[in-house]
């Protein structure tokens, strides 16, 4: 069953990702009263990249295609530490979390490196925002890390939010109900979702992510796209692992349970997008802060 | 025995390698290549002791009667003398190389001599104190580094900026001699010696305290601890690049092993202490960094790094400080191997850093962030290396800086869920640690990307050439060593292990290893994994940048259509928003010019983080201080020989008082 769990979880870690990015837009495309395109159009974009060619500036060094490679690379490690449906990540010890949002943040550096590489102050700013945001949005994530450790005792994701999630919400509901909240807000910001930036603009001075990537083209396009799209699965994983007791059912109605709580949580995103307009740039740090005191305070209400 | 015999050795031999070059020609190249043969030499013999007394520490110091008050000439190498020596050692020899090529006797026939002098006699001073078991010698070999580091980073003295910063460290360095003084005599008149271990574990509460917060600010000063640093920008701008790398790598470190020495011989510590250091060492970290962001020269902001990784090491040694006050090993063996480990890890990544500055600097002739751009093209080596170094500074994975990053981290998240109220600490320097990293990582895609991405912003950087063999191979070297300790972390862990212990003493329960505590073969598996990773997406770009056509085309860049190298977004820029959040600590300075007019004329805008300690803090008390203090221009009118008087007038008092006593 462990080999076969492990099998799993890198089939799903591997193909699952963009669709929830489809099931993302086609949520958006129901609320606006839009047909939207086909739940698999991610998957068609990926198969469309591959096939075309690559164009690079004259500005640019090899940075400028180890940006995607590394983005990819390393959001498929930090894949491994992430426990799926209540199950045993392949990848687990003592100190992993420290591990995963390293992963991330290495493959951040080369992405900004990335951007910056072309020598485009419209890719530059992009690459500024994006430094700055994720920089306000790593304490969140610890914060909760924090909660997380505190309440259960342990020091690795799976046994964070693994099997034994269940007794830390009875120990500790109101504090991890903070959490929830936190990472919530931070899985929209790192993702680059609304409110923080538009996914689907690409003229608009407001942009963080998709402005750092507009001079790729081709295949590392369509890395940077899978990229990201595994770290959005990722994130929606970890939340899902937070209020989702999975470990205490039957192992093959815990997969099933997890794909289609992920589908909910792409849901969930979708309509925080189509009911929200996207903040001003200037209210984003108000906004990653407040999410920070959020997750703070779930560690205060475990003083004891 | 031995052991203490060869390094004594490597001392006298480091201390007189630049001497022999005084007797030589100005524009001659002997002394020069003797200075760094005989530094090698002592380089070779210090790490001989300090790798032998790893594996089989000598029993016994070598003491020897010294005629003067208070002292011994008492002298040991432990575990954790070996593991500064070690760091001395690589860091001066390698500085010493990069030297040859970066500051020649040739081009710099008036001050190549005497930066050879002082570069053997910090060496010297460094290996000194670190091995030092009295206080006297400790002081001595404390003051011949505080000295030599003094005339070393005003080896440029014709220069005004140079000369004010050089003041600065002289009189942060003496005030911080000043505690350690203070703390000295309150050492002896708790103690009734000034040998190093003679510390009694029932030492009165006041009196302790008093030795804590005396070492805290003395050493504290070395450290460059925030708010103590103020010296250190400037300090380590301003000095040649392998003096930078030696001071920043390692100087700053003898604050570091004073505070290790300190609290070694002390068990059962109070609460606070920990507590302290813990909260010292996130305010120095987050502030270190936030200060970084904002500054446009690439060594002042290397300089405030320093401040930060200061911060984290010091965090370390906070958590195994508390964890001897709670008894807790665990808390011991992380903190403490992750404050030493980051000790080996800054001056190896920090060294790299400078040197590749260094580099930069030698091709381009310029600090200013701004005005380089596109080196990786002119410079592939030196900004391979540079981006090694920022890697590792940002505790990324595969390198090194993750892997003391993740002993601190998990010391912390330890500490923060004890069920003490002490948790607290470690419960707000967790996310401390997690900010500083995000931090770090703006700061330095910051300055690899406008110092080596993108296009040159002015013409003399687009003339930038490679650096030579001497100053590339010495920064090749520290970028495997910050690789071979992130992958190879299992192999380090021994020598972590027994530098704990011996910080702990032999006297106290058997600890449990670094291998029971922290992941450390499925850390370094996966960096090795992601290390293969990396490598075969190299050869991927290789095979992928050969089959494609040489790029005709500009940045695309939404349809622009001329974008110009000016147009790019500064460090400046970049660093804006981050500055801006933080503008209420931070004070950031922006002239910004009036358009009073319909055709306003040429205008200009500049902006600066000053350092807002020293220029909004200490420079507006000693003002006021000086004000106050005018009437001692009575006794104090710049006339030497009346000084000599008053000295002579205090030791013949100071004479009669003892023989009354």
């Known amino acids: 069953m462990n080999y076969i769990n492990i099998a799993i979880h890198l089939a799903l870690a591997l193909a699952l990702p963009p669709l ?13 009263g839009r047909l939207g395109p086909p ?46 449906g209540g199950h045993v990540a392949p990848l687990s010890f003592e100190g992993d979390f420290v591990l995963f949002a390293y992963m991330l943040g290495l493959g951040r550096f080369f992405t900004i490196l990335a951007a910056l590489d072309t020598g485009s102050a419209f890719e530059g700013m ?31 994701l799976t046994a964070m939010l693994g099997p034994t999630v269940l007794a830390t919400w009875t120990a500790a509901g109101a504090a991890l109900g903070a959490v929830v909240v936190s990472w919530f807000i931070i899985l929209l910001a790192e993702n680059s979702r609304i409110p923080f930036d538009d996914p689907n603009t690409h003229l608009e001075l407001t942009m963080i992510h998709e402005v750092m990537v507009l001079d790729h083209s081709g295949p590392p396009f369509g890395m940077i796209l899978y990229g990201a799209s595994i770290k959005l699965f990722l994130f929606c994983a970890l939340i899902i692992g937070l209020i989702a007791p999975l470990g205490a059912l039957d192992p093959w109605l815990a997969w099933v349970a997890f794909v289609g709580l992920v589908l ?8 925080v997008e189509s009911m929200m307009a996207r903040l001003r740039m200037t209210q984003v740090p108000a906004l990653l802060i407040a999410s920070c005191l959020v997750a703070a305070f779930g560690a205060v209400l475990l003083v004891r | ?75 040991h190498v432990d575990a954790l003398s070996a593991m500064f020596i070690l760091q001395i050692a690589v860091l001066s020899v390698l500085g010493a190389w990069f030297g040859l090529e970066y500051w020649p006797q040739r081009d710099h026939p008036q001050n190549g001599r005497k930066l050879r002098v002082f570069y053997g006699t910090v060496t010297a001073g460094m290996l000194l104190l670190v091995v030092a078991r009295n206080g006297v010698l400790f002081l001595a070999g404390w003051e011949t580094m505080a000295l030599s580091a003094f005339f070393l980073l005003s080896t440029e003295d014709d220069k005004p900026i140079v000369r004010s910063s050089g003041f600065f460290y002289l009189l942060a360095a003496h005030a911080g001699t000043l505690c350690l003084l203070a703390m000295f005599a309150v050492f002896e008149v708790a103690t009734g010696t000034l040998d190093l271990d003679a510390w009694p574990a029932a030492l009165a509460s006041p009196l302790r305290d008093a030795i804590f917060v005396l070492a805290l600010c003395g050493f ?52 606070w202490w920990g507590e302290t250091l813990i909260v010292a060492g996130a305010v120095s970290g987050v502030l270190g960094v936030a200060f970084a962001i904002g500054q446009h020269d690439l060594k002042r902001l290397l300089a405030y790094h320093s401040v930060e990784n200061i911060g984290i090491i010091v965090m370390g040694l906070g958590v195994a400080v508390l964890g001897r006050s709670l008894g807790r090993p665990e808390l011991v063996a992380l903190g403490f191997a992750g404050a030493m480990l980051h000790v080996w890890n800054h001056g190896l990544f920090k060294g790299l850093l400078f040197l590749s500055a260094g580099s930069v600097l030698h091709a381009t002739g310029t600090r200013e962030i701004d005005r380089l751009g596109g080196l990786l093209r002119r410079m592939p080596l030196t900004g391979l290396a540079f981006l090694v170094g920022a890697v590792a500074i940002c505790g990324l994975p595969p390198l090194n800086g993750l892997i003391s990053e993740l002993f601190v981290y998990l010391g912390l998240f330890r500490t923060a869920t004890l069920n003490d109220p002490t948790w607290l600490a470690g419960g707000l320097a967790a996310p401390a640690l997690a900010l500083i990293g995000a931090l770090a990582v703006a700061c330095f895609v910051k300055v690899f990307g406008v110092v080596f991405l993108g296009q040159p912003r002015t013409p003399d950087v687009s003339l930038a050439h490679e650096a030579g063999p001497l100053m590339l191979v010495p920064m090749a070297l520290l970028a495997a060593t910050c690789v071979f300790i992130g992958v190879g972390a299992p192999l380090v862990a021994p020598v972590l292990d027994a530098a704990v212990a011996a910080w702990v003493g032999t006297a106290a329960a058997p600890l449990p290893t670094l291998g029971e505590l922290a992941p450390l073969l499925p850390v370094s598996a996966i960096s090795a994994v992601l290390l293969v990773a990396i490598l075969l997406a190299g050869a991927w770009i290789v095979r992928a940048s050969r089959a494609t056509p040489p790029p005709e085309l500009g940045t695309w860049d939404c349809g622009y259509a001329s974008p110009s190298p000016r147009m790019q977004y500064t460090a400046s820029s970049f660093a804006d928003l981050i500055v801006d959040l933080t503008g209420w600590v931070l004070r950031p300075l922006s002239h910004v010019p009036r358009l009073d007019r319909v055709f306003p004329s040429d205008a200009s805008f500049h902006s600066h983080v000053p350092d807002i300690v020293l220029d909004k803090m200490l420079i507006p008390a000693f003002s006021i201080i000086r004000r106050i203090m005018t009437w001692l221009h009575l006794i104090q009118h710049g006339k030497l020989h009346i000084y ?18």
């Open chain 2, 1 to 75: 025995m031995m052991n203490e015999v060869i390094l004594i050795v490597a001392i006298v031999v480091a201390g007189v390698s630049g001497l022999p070059g005084l007797l030589t020609l100005r524009d001659d190249r002997s002394g020069e290549r003797l200075a760094t043969g005989l530094i090698t030499l002592a380089g070779v013999l210090a790490s001989v002791a300090a790798v032998s007394a790893l594996v089989a520490e000598s029993p016994d110091e070598l003491g020897r009667a010294w005629h003067v008050p208070g002292g011994r000439f008492g002298v």
């Open chain 1, 20 to 32: 929830a990015l489809g099931v993302i837009n086609k949520t958006k495309a129901a609320v606006a």
């Open chain 2, 644 to 661: 000599l008087l008053y000295i002579l007038g205090i030791v013949i008092a100071l004479l009669f008082w003892w023989r009354s006593m």
């Open chain 2, 220 to 271: 504290g000063l070395k450290a460059g601890l925030m708010p103590l640093h103020v010296w250190l920008p400037g300090a380590h701008a301003n000095a040649p690049s392998h003096v930078s790398a030696l001071m920043s790598g390692v100087l700053i470190k003898m604050g570091i092993y004073g505070l290790v020495r300190l609290t070694a011989a002390c068990d059962a510590p109070p609460l």
């Open chain 1, 126 to 156: 992009g690459a500024a925002r994006e430094a700055t945001f994720s920089a306000l949005a790593e304490p969140a994530l610890f914060f909760g890390f924090l909660v997380l450790a505190r309440a259960s005792g342990a020091y690795s």
């Open chain 1, 39 to 84: 739940l698999l159009q991610p998957y068609f974009d990926l198969a469309k990249l591959l096939r075309k060619s690559t164009v690079i500036s004259q500005t640019t060094s090899w940075v400028f295609l180890a940006g995607p490679a590394i983005g990819l690379v390393t959001v498929l490690l930090a894949s491994l530490f992430v426990p799926l």
């Open chain 1, 264 to 271: 909910v949580v792409a849901v969930g995103i979708g309509l």
